[in-house]
C-alpha cells in the first residue's frame, strides 16, 4: 500500500515543503523502524532534500536552475516544456529517508520539496513506507 499527497503548484516553477505532510503519513502508517520512499510520477515535477530554515536558498536553487537550463524556443521537444523535464532529471523524481522511532530522520535543517518546473498543476506524490 502507498499514499498519495495531493498538490496544487502556484506558480510555473514552484518549490514546496511537503516535510509535514510526509511526516504525517509516517505517523499514520506507526511504523517505527524502517524506510520512507517519497515518489513522484511526473516527467516535469521532481522531490529534493534540502534546507527549509531558510527561503533564500529555496530561491537560489530555482534562480540557478533558470540559469542552467533556460526557457528558451531551441529544443526539439515540441510541447514547449524541455526545460522542465531537464530541471525534473537534475533533481530526480524519488528520495529515500530513514524512520527511526516512528519519524522521518532529516537533519536539522533538512526539509522534503516538491519541486514543479511546468506549472501551475495538480500533482500527486506517492509514499511508501517500507518496515
Known sequence: ????????????????????KVREVVKQSKVEEGICVIYVPHTTAGV????NADPDVVYDVKNH???LVPWI?????LEGNAAAHIKSILTGNSISVIIDKGDLVLGTWQ??????????RSRNVFVKILK
Do not use: V
Not at 526539509?111 to 501551475?120: C, K, Q, R, V
Open 111 to 120: 526539509g522534503i520539496f516538491f519541486a514543479e518546473f511546468d506549472g501551475p
Open 73 to 77: 524556443n531551441n529544443y526539439k521537444h
Open 48 to 51: 529534493f532534500i534540502n534546507e
Open 1 to 20: 500500500m502507498f499514499y498519495k499527497i495531493s498538490i496544487k503548484t502556484s506558480s510555473h516553477t514552484d518549490f514546496i515543503d511537503i516535510t509535514p
Open 65 to 67: 536552475l533558470e540559469k
